[in-house]
């Protein structure tokens, strides 16, 4: 196929839409949408967020190196959107979007309780990029819906129906077609049972 060149951008897509929530020393809380954000490293476990200087977040996150990574799902898009869209310094997201406040296990920012997974993160570095600047952060807690475990104890987050980012587009997540390392595991053979000598 052919192929066309591009000016240099961000084409790496999709991208979780996340709602990031946060709260000042005053106490006021805010939840901001992002979609540049990831996994750094499992051990120990660390993640990030960009955000642009100009937002109402970036300042609340840079005095308290603290907030939550709350992951998405289908019927949260309306919300994902209103929160990346409307700035808190005049409105209350979580009461506009009739989104529950649950308290946090570690750190002072609180989670979105409609949220399946709530990652609560302490900022440990913060380094000026450019447009945005990212707030590498430590994995200090994680809060799971228990109806997404099963009975062995495995996480089964696609039965919440997660919610991606791609070109100012939201996007549910299709079904599986493979799973890690399925392209060199070995199938398993089947031994045929032999029939006793009546």
Request: hydrophobic share 35%.
């Amino acid at each position: 196929m052919s192929k066309i060149s591009w000016k240099p951008g961000n084409m790496i897509y999709p991208l979780p839409a996340v709602m990031v929530s946060c709260s000042n020393q005053a106490g006021e809380d805010n939840i901001i949408t992002i979609a540049w954000t990831g996994t750094i490293c499992t051990n120990p476990p660390m993640t990030y967020i960009s955000v642009r200087p100009e937002r109402h977040s970036y300042h609340i996150i840079k005095e308290s190196k603290e907030f939550v990574i709350n992951l998405t799902t289908k019927d949260l898009v309306k919300a994902v959107d209103y929160c990346g869209v409307r700035s808190g310094k005049t409105i209350d997201k979580f009461k506009q979007m009739n989104l529950t406040k649950e308290k946090a296990k570690v750190v002072k920012a609180p989670m979105i309780a409609e949220s399946p997974v709530n990652i609560e993160c302490r900022v440990i570095e913060i380094k000026k990029l450019g447009s945005h600047h990212m707030f590498l952060a430590e994995v200090v807690n994680v809060n799971v819906d228990e109806s997404l475990m099963d009975k062995q104890g495995k996480f089964h987050l696609s039965k919440s129906n997660p919610l991606v980012y791609s070109h100012g587009g939201y996007y549910e997540t299709g079904k599986e077609i493979g799973t890690f390392g399925y392209s060199v595991r070995k199938k398993k053979v089947k031994k045929k049972k032999r029939k006793r000598n009546e």
